[in-house]
């Protein structure tokens, strides 16, 4: 168990509505990640979050956004959303030192 | 030509074999090699992380980097059908912004 939470477990939305997912851990890594995982396919990097500034993002628009909070846990909002937004959505936490990353069960959403 | 290539399989062995499971990469600039087991609709679980090129042993799992080949492989020792899972390569870069990839994954089945 690597003692990340995620929540909702799932969620369906239709197509230009707006989304938080939200994750936890038990213990005081620094860094959390967001990845969004399609069907058969790994893990897309969506953002790092450092020390509550955004660290790094990868190929995703504006409208994924993003905040940590003072005592690790995060939010991934996402805004007017799109079919193609269906997908597992993964936090991972980690430490900035060392890069592992552990995952949460993630949260399947579903956009109609 | 995509940054990480990873073979999805399917991989089908039997019960006891040694497992291969391959990724290559284009971007020097990474600098830290992970491989993840992922059960279907579960979170990526961490199995091995590398930082050098060269050999990583634990338990049943071998992890190889070959940084000037751009090249890392998992092998898995004594296949256990509980070893039935997709394994996903990743690896990160810390400068310029963290950023992670991950390989599409390759599904192995072991069979009894």
Request: aromatic residues 14%.
């Amino acid at each position: 168990e690597t003692g990340v939470t995620q929540s909702p477990t799932h969620l369906i939305k239709t197509r230009g509505q707006q989304v938080t997912l939200r994750c936890s851990s038990q213990s005081g890594h620094n860094t959390v990640s967001w990845y969004q995982q399609a069907l058969g396919q790994g893990p897309q990097f969506i953002f790092q979050y450092y020390r509550e500034e955004e660290n790094g993002r990868g190929n995703f628009p504006p409208r994924f956004s993003g905040l940590q909070f003072p005592n690790y846990s995060s939010e991934l909002n996402v805004n007017a959303l799109e079919l193609d937004d269906s997908a597992l959505y993964l936090c991972a936490i980690g430490d900035s030192k060392y890069n592992e990353q552990f995952f949460g069960p993630g949260t399947r959403l579903t956009v109609l | 030509q995509k940054e990480v290539e990873q073979d999805p399989g399917p991989l089908s062995v039997p019960e006891g074999a040694i497992v291969s499971l391959n990724c290559t990469y284009s971007n020097s600039a990474f600098q830290y090699f992970m491989w993840y087991r992922q059960y279907s609709r579960k979170g990526p679980e961490l199995l091995m992380y590398t930082y050098s090129s060269g050999n990583k042993e634990d338990g049943r799992f071998t992890a190889q980097v070959d940084k000037s080949s751009k090249y890392i492989s998992l092998f898995i020792r004594d296949s256990q059908p509980s070893d039935s899972a997709t394994y996903l390569c990743a690896m990160t870069r810390n400068t310029g912004g963290f950023k992670t990839i991950f390989g599409a994954g390759t599904r192995l089945f072991v069979k009894a």
